[in-house]
């Protein structure tokens, strides 16, 4: 039996999706931890796109138990969206294959308007880049205690109270503070007995069902949304999602012991990206810019906005290691950089004369650093079609080289396209 983490060690966006379906085939439970449906994970296979906001991207594989753990927060409407979605492509997901935890929180419609009213009443210069998704309100309302949770719907009574309660408050902010209509009860009330009858089934003790799975030595695989560096605690606070992104978050958010857990992976994009507001060292403002978000096809899964792009991070990418206490990485996208002359790493950063070798807490000396590069030769190459390491180019093997040189940590796994065939397992985590 192995259990094994898989996180983003960047600001979102690393091709985390596509690692999870490859490292699928070897597990038996593959369960999401935190997060939203404000991520999206891409999945490419044989030609056909999958996108999936909440559903773990082991769906798609037979005879594989999904589940949706405690730290998880579902808007109905979207996961019965992907359901159908799912249906109506031939992949019927029943509650043997799917699992909620009954401790999971419910995105309701008032965290929805209030992070979009909240949003928009900031000024230029003070907007975090949320996604309006109602991902930070629920939060708010999970850790004040006054929560949703899924389990919730099973009892009628408690539910109406806790959705009066709530609206009582929530109505009170979006028409005094932010002068919005108010929403109303009956609607929502009825809305949401719909989704109960369809979303209850599959609602159980997932922790239970994760140690029952442990014990019978079943190999688990974690699935992290967004990354490190936009950890609530860890990353370049305040442009962070609301949830802990990092590796201990799979224990927490799904109710599985620490000392279970046997390797942790990072996933490492070949270069950075980030969408929204926020810090961002290594950003390009010229033509290798444009070229890698438009043969990265970097364009958000979840808002469809353009990404921005940049070198790759050493410096994000060793705090990535400490942080989750990476075992392994998976680099995606190495094939978006062929046909670069000259590749640029960043190695540390400086600011005033000081220099800075882990990203500042500061967001002022954040906003403000700028990086320090090595310089290694590109390749020409396109890489789309090599199966064995050691056919790849000279120069993209030395980049790698490097990169396992600057993080501490060796690489598991290279992407080199995005379909699922088009990926290199030098060593597989769940190999003790």
């Given at each position: 039996?192995?259990?094994?983490?898989?996180?983003?060690t960047?600001?979102?966006?690393?091709?985390?999706?596509?690692?999870?379906?490859?490292?699928?085939?070897?597990?038996?439970?593959?369960?999401?931890?935190?997060?939203?449906?404000?991520?999206?994970?891409?999945?490419?296979?044989?030609?056909?796109?999958?996108?999936?906001?909440?559903?773990?991207?082991?769906?798609?594989?037979?005879?594989?138990?999904?589940?949706?753990?405690?730290?998880?927060?579902?808007?109905?409407?979207?996961?019965?969206?992907?359901?159908?979605?799912?249906?109506?492509?031939?992949?019927?997901?029943?509650?043997?294959?799917?699992?909620i935890?009954?401790?999971?929180?419910?995105?309701?419609?008032?965290?929805?308007?209030?992070?979009?009213?909240?949003?928009?009443?900031?000024?230029d210069?003070?907007?975090?880049g949320?996604?309006?998704?109602?991902?930070?309100?629920?939060?708010?309302?999970?850790?004040?205690?006054?929560?949703?949770?899924?389990?919730?719907?099973?009892?009628?009574?408690?539910?109406?109270?806790?959705l009066?309660?709530?609206?009582?408050?929530k109505?009170?902010?979006?028409?005094?503070?932010?002068?919005?209509?108010?929403?109303?009860?009956?609607?929502?009330?009825?809305e949401?007995?719909?989704?109960?009858?369809?979303?209850?089934?599959?609602?159980?003790?997932?922790?239970?069902?994760?140690?029952?799975?442990?014990?019978?030595?079943?190999?688990?695989?974690?699935?992290?949304?967004?990354?490190?560096?936009?950890?609530?605690?860890?990353?370049?606070?305040?442009?962070?999602?609301?949830?802990?992104?990092?590796?201990?978050?799979?224990?927490?958010?799904?109710?599985?012991?620490?000392?279970?857990?046997?390797?942790?992976?990072?996933?490492?994009?070949?270069?950075?990206?980030?969408?929204?507001?926020?810090?961002?060292?290594?950003?390009?403002?010229?033509?290798?810019?444009?070229?890698?978000?438009?043969?990265?096809?970097?364009?958000?899964?979840?808002?469809?906005?353009?990404?921005?792009?940049?070198?790759?991070?050493?410096?994000?990418?060793?705090d990535?290691?400490?942080?989750?206490?990476?075992?392994?990485?998976?680099?995606?996208?190495?094939?978006?950089?062929?046909?670069?002359?000259?590749l640029?790493?960043?190695t540390?950063?400086?600011?005033?004369?000081?220099?800075?070798?882990?990203?500042?807490?500061?967001?002022n000396?954040a906003?403000?650093?700028?990086?320090?590069?090595?310089?290694?030769?590109?390749?020409?190459?396109?890489?789309?079609?090599?199966?064995?390491?050691?056919?790849?180019?000279?120069?993209?093997?030395?980049?790698i080289?490097?990169?396992?040189?600057?993080?501490?940590?060796?690489?598991?796994?290279?992407?080199?396209?995005?379909?699922?065939?088009?990926?290199?397992?030098?060593?597989?985590?769940?190999?003790?």
């Open positions: 039996m192995s259990s094994v983490v898989v996180v983003g960047q600001w979102g966006d690393e091709g985390k999706g596509k690692i999870v379906d490859l490292l699928t085939r070897y597990a038996d439970y593959i369960v999401r931890f935190q997060g939203g449906n404000n991520a999206g994970h891409t999945l490419v296979v044989e030609g056909r796109q999958y996108i999936f906001h909440i559903i773990p991207s082991g769906i798609l594989y037979e005879g594989k138990t999904c589940m949706i753990g405690n730290g998880v927060i579902i808007d109905p409407s979207v996961l019965l969206k992907e359901l159908d979605t799912l249906q109506e492509k031939g992949l019927s997901v029943t509650p043997d294959r799917l699992m935890s009954e401790k999971a929180h419910l995105i309701m419609p008032y965290h929805t308007c209030i992070d979009k009213a909240r949003e928009a009443s900031l000024g210069g003070r907007k975090i949320t996604t309006g998704r109602g991902i930070g309100p629920c939060y708010m309302d999970k850790v004040g205690r006054v929560g949703i949770k899924i389990g919730d719907l099973r009892e009628r009574g408690l539910f109406q109270d806790k009066q309660a709530a609206l009582e408050e109505n009170f902010l979006l028409t005094k503070k932010y002068t919005c209509e108010p929403l109303s009860f009956a609607p929502i009330l009825e949401f007995q719909e989704f109960a009858e369809r979303l209850l089934p599959f609602v159980d003790n997932v922790s239970v069902a994760l140690d029952a799975a442990r014990k019978k030595g079943n190999n688990i695989l974690f699935e992290g949304a967004q990354g490190t560096q936009l950890d609530i605690d860890h990353g370049t606070y305040p442009f962070v999602t609301s949830s802990n992104t990092i590796a201990g978050n799979a224990c927490t958010g799904a109710g599985f012991g620490p000392a279970h857990i046997d390797s942790v992976i990072g996933i490492l994009k070949a270069y950075t990206t980030r969408v929204g507001e926020g810090p961002f060292p290594t950003e390009l403002f010229d033509t290798v810019g444009d070229e890698l978000q438009k043969k990265g096809g970097e364009f958000g899964a979840t808002t469809g906005r353009k990404r921005r792009c940049g070198w790759l991070d050493g410096v994000v990418a060793s990535a290691v400490r942080l989750n206490g990476l075992t392994g990485l998976a680099i995606t996208k190495l094939d978006v950089l062929s046909g670069q002359s000259r640029n790493v960043a540390g950063y400086e600011l005033a004369g000081k220099h800075f070798s882990t990203m500042p807490a500061s967001i000396q906003a403000a650093i700028r990086p320090v590069y090595e310089t290694m030769a590109g390749w020409q190459e396109e890489i789309g079609g090599i199966r064995d390491f050691h056919d790849l180019p000279v120069q993209a093997r030395e980049y080289k490097r990169i396992e040189d600057l993080t501490g940590v060796r690489a598991d796994i290279i992407s080199v396209g995005p379909d699922r065939e088009e990926t290199l397992l030098l060593h597989n985590p769940f190999d003790k």
